[in-house]
T-cell receptor
Framework: AQSVTQLGSHVSVSEGALVLLRCNYS??????LFWYVQYPNQGLQLLLK??????LVKGINGFEAEFKKSETSFHLTKPSAHMSDAAEYFC???????????FGKGNQVVVIP | DVKVTQSSRYLVKRTGEKVFLECVQD?????MFWYRQDPGLGLRLIYF???????EKGDIPEGYSVSREKKERFSLILESASTNQTSMYLC????????????FGEGSRLTVL
């Protein structure tokens, strides 16, 4: 079964600094990978996704992630953190045609002024 | 825009009560999901439905049941609420062809006393 690991439940980053959230996946076949974001008191929304093709994917709000098969990773980055980036971020994995996602435990991002 | 609406944002119930959580989507999606979100545990799938009157157990179905009589509506039922079911419940939907791209409601926070 597919799974993802997100380390560090809480991540603090200074405003203007790099945001880096790590996600490692486990899958025996090529996966589909996702990052979702949850702002306070809201549901989750899709930030970006990797299915096939280009391994560097760009999402909303300046975020991007790179699929690295050799490292089984799909880390999320943003060059410069903004106060509005304070939220919880979830990595998720599935296979083509399967809508049953496996979510990581999430990273709560705090942006320090 | 896709709209997934959960009928109650906040509920307080007593142990042993029967609880209904309602979810409606307006995009004619075939697939609907109920997740439970707890701090440090991420999202855990309770039940999902890939068609009207069809349902499948997720990872933590014990103590829950579901109903899908119409395509747009997916209900989560707690037959006899217990304190360990105090949690945030998230409903989501997607079209079968959109692998992994879930649309979430804003959540229902249930407290069982």
């Amino acid at each position: 079964a597919q799974s993802v690991t997100q380390l560090g439940s809480h991540v603090s980053v200074s405003e203007g600094a790099l945001v880096l959230l790590r996600c490692n996946y486990s899958s025996s076949v090529p996966p589909y990978l996702f990052w979702y974001v949850q702002y306070p008191n809201q549901g989750l929304q899709l930030l970006l996704k990797y299915t096939t093709g280009a391994t560097l994917v760009k999402g909303i709000n300046g975020f991007e992630a790179e699929f690295k098969k050799s490292e089984t990773s799909f880390h999320l980055t943003k060059p410069s953190a903004h106060m509005s980036d304070a939220a919880e971020y979830f990595c998720a994995v599935t296979l083509y045609g399967n809508n049953r996602l496996a979510f990581g435990k999430g990273n709560q991002v705090v942006v320090i002024p | 825009d896709v709209k997934v609406t959960q009928s109650s944002r906040y509920l307080v119930k007593r142990t042993g009560e029967k609880v209904f959580l309602e979810c409606v989507q307006d995009m004619d999606h075939e697939n609907m999901f109920w997740y439970r979100q707890d701090p440090g545990l991420g999202l855990r799938l309770i039940y999902f439905s890939y068609d009207v009157k069809m349902k499948e157990k997720g990872d933590i179905p014990e103590g829950y049941s579901v109903s899908r009589e119409k395509k747009e509506r997916f209900s989560l039922i707690l037959e006899s609420a217990s304190t360990n079911q105090t949690s945030m419940y998230l409903c989501a939907s997607t079209a079968t062809v959109n692998t992994g791209e879930l649309f979430f409601g804003e959540g229902s926070r249930l407290t069982v006393l």
